[in-house]
Structure formats: C-alpha cells, structure tokens
C-alpha cells in the first residue's frame, strides 16, 4: 500500500465537502440541499432541519417544510430567515412554504463567481493535501523506506492523482454551471 493510498480518504472528504458547498447555491430552482447548511434550534440543541422536519419540492419555484413538531415551527422560520437565503418564509400555523425567487442574469453571474471561489479554496485544500503526502514520501525516502526511483514513481503517481482530483471540481464546477446559467 503506497503512501498516496494512505491519504485517498483525505481527497475525497475535501471532494465531499466541495460537493455539500456547491449543493447549496441557488439555482433558480427549488432543491432541499439549499436548507442543509442551515441549523434550527430545537430541543436545546442546534440540528440540521431534515433532523427536525420533511422538506419537498412543491413546483419548480418552492419548497415546503413541514415540522414533525409544530412547537418548533417559529424555531425553524427563525433559522431560515438568520440563515440569510434571500427568501421569505411564508409560515401558515402548519408549514413553512418558501418561495424562490426568480434569478436575474445578474445574479446568476454573482452565483457563478461564487461557485468558482469554492471550487478554487477546494483546489487549495486539495494542493495542502498533496503537500503534506509529498513531505511523507520525501520523509520515508530519508528513513530509507524506499529508493529514489520509487521515490520518484510516488512523486509522480501523486502529482497524477492530483490531476484527477481538480478534474473532477472542473467537471462539477461545469456541471453546476450549465444549473445556474439555464433559465
């Protein structure tokens, strides 16, 4: 097992996270992963919404958040509003209902420039990464663990991985894009 499998694990969380990031920033269209940053105090304790309450997609425009618990209605409309969204919540004494708002060319834009700015902070978190594994193997090549030549191959076969890594964020970035950019 090479040094570079050690740390596969390390990538894909940094993938994942970028991943959970992406899946917030509004689209024009409804989708619950853009309530999944926001936490609600209930119970005493802070918990992610779809802990405290379904949330579906009732048109293409709005979602619905129904309590399991109607005590913690105004504890849930509360969040959404200091979670700073950009949306109203409409609270009927039942559910919550949010309605998005269409998106304007302009803000579109200012959502891709988003989306761009956390998908270059993920290629940093991922080039940390590759700093710390590439300091292991020049550190095991030291302790005489292995040659130089094999050095090299991890070296390399690191600098490959790498690669694949910011091309699966160029390819999400893209992906996300064509979203926000469709009217």
Known sequence: MSIIDNHKEEFNKVIEHFKLEIGTLKTGRANPAMLDMVRVEAYGAMSPINQ???????????????????SVLKDLEKAIVEANLNV???????????????????????????????????KIAIRLERDKIKEEIIEAEKNKEFGEDEKFGQLEALDKKVGEFNDKIKELVDKKEEEIMTV
């Open 52 to 70: 405290v309450a379904s949330v579906t997609v009732q048109d293409a425009r709005s979602l619905v958040i129904q309590p399991w618990d109607k």
């Open 88 to 122: 109203s919540p409409v609270n009927d004494g039942e559910r919550i209902r949010l309605n998005l708002p269409a998106l304007t060319e302009e803000t579109r834009k200012e959502v891709v420039k988003l989306l761009n700015q956390k998908a270059e902070e993920t």
